[in-house]
């Protein structure tokens, strides 16, 4: 059965598909929903306010808009069920504000989530599958590929490789002046090399990163065009690089051969191990896209989705014979037999 009513925090870096995706899978369950949007997003929040009041109308959802405090007075709702996307530490807040309510949460969150190019990997492949999707959005996506570890493979080598992709100015730009500024402030002291000129504003090109250690480019989420790369002697010490960091929404794999892959997966913990390519799994619609650990938890799309937001209620008919009966109190000899029999 439906839960109920589930309200949704939708992020600023996918305005309309992280506030519908999961408004479409709570609705086919038969909830009705509360849609919140990012106050980074405010033309996009009016828009989405139109939309879900023509399409659905106010009986079936409906769309909340304001700054933090009109946010943080949402998660404080006794929801049914609340959905919430966005970073890790806002996260932590609003699972605090949802526990006063004992309401069920669906986190989707982030995290470092690492490019492992093996020996086997070809580099050309490697580095398009890896920059077209560090490309998307200015690299503002949760499941962007942060850091490329490479194993088997010199830096140099990679970052060739990267520039003959021709991949390098992402079409989409950070989406304000206090986003650049986070990302020029984590990114001082590493060395950084474009791949291609800057464009106007905050439209910046990717860039490779390399960072002495203990630097924060290895413990904080990127969240923009920089691609973090470190080179690790073995597979054993890559594995250790990922378990050592709080658990990503993905890992990506290139040039694993069937154990490499079968190691990967038995000594990390991800929401997704993928092989080949990067971001595009999130697209499936069979598939279950969610985090675990840091990277959130709870499962959306599909028949994930419609589970999320449903209830499993238990539903029971006795009927006129049942052998439990014959345990009632009081108990006569033969339920005493039956009981000495079961406990034999």
Not at 34 to 58: C, N, S
Not at 147 to 156: N, Q, Y
Request: glycine share 12%.
């Amino acid at each position: 059965m439906a839960k109920g009513v589930v309200g949704i925090m939708a992020p600023w870096n996918y305005p309309l598909q992280l506030a519908l995706l999961p408004a479409v899978d709570a609705i086919a369950a038969g909830n009705r929903v509360a849609i919140k949007p990012a106050e980074a997003t405010p033309r996009t929040a009016a828009l989405l306010d139109d939309l879900v009041a023509e399409a659905w109308g106010p009986e079936v959802a409906g769309v909340v808009q304001g700054g933090p405090e009109v946010a943080a007075a949402f998660a404080a709702q006794p929801w049914d069920h609340l959905v919430f996307t966005g970073g890790t530490e806002t996260g932590r807040r609003v699972m605090l504000a949802a526990a006063a309510n004992l309401v069920p949460l669906t986190l989707e969150l982030g995290g470092k989530c690492p490019a492992l190019v093996l020996p086997g990997a070809d580099l050309a492949q490697a580095a398009q599958a890896i920059l077209a999707g560090k490309v998307v959005n200015a690299g503002q996506t949760c499941i962007a590929p942060d850091t490329v570890l490479l194993v088997g493979h010199a830096p140099a080598d990679f970052a060739a490789a990267c520039r003959a992709t021709g991949i390098g100015l992402p079409d989409t730009v950070m989406v304000n002046d206090r986003q650049a500024a986070r990302l020029e402030t984590l990114c001082e002291g590493a060395t950084l090399t474009p791949l291609a000129p800057h464009g106007t504003g905050r439209r910046r090109a990717l860039a490779l990163a390399e960072a002495p250690p203990g630097h924060p480019l290895h413990a904080t989420e990127i969240f923009g065009p920089v691609l973090a790369v470190q080179t690790l002697p073995d597979l054993a010490a890559a594995i250790a690089w990922i378990a050592e960091r709080p658990r990503p929404l993905a890992v990506y794999l290139f040039g694993a051969m069937r154990e490499e892959e079968a190691a990967v997966a038995a000594g990390t913990r991800s929401g997704a191990l993928v092989a080949g390519r990067c971001i595009e799994y999130a697209a499936f619609p069979d598939l279950p896209f969610g985090g675990t650990g840091a990277s959130g938890f709870g499962r959306r799309n599909g028949e994930a989705g419609f589970l999320e937001f449903s209830l499993l209620r238990a539903r029971v008919t006795h009927g006129r014979w049942s052998l439990s009966r014959l345990l009632d109190p009081p108990r006569g000899e033969r339920g005493r037999g039956l009981i000495r029999r079961i406990l034999r």
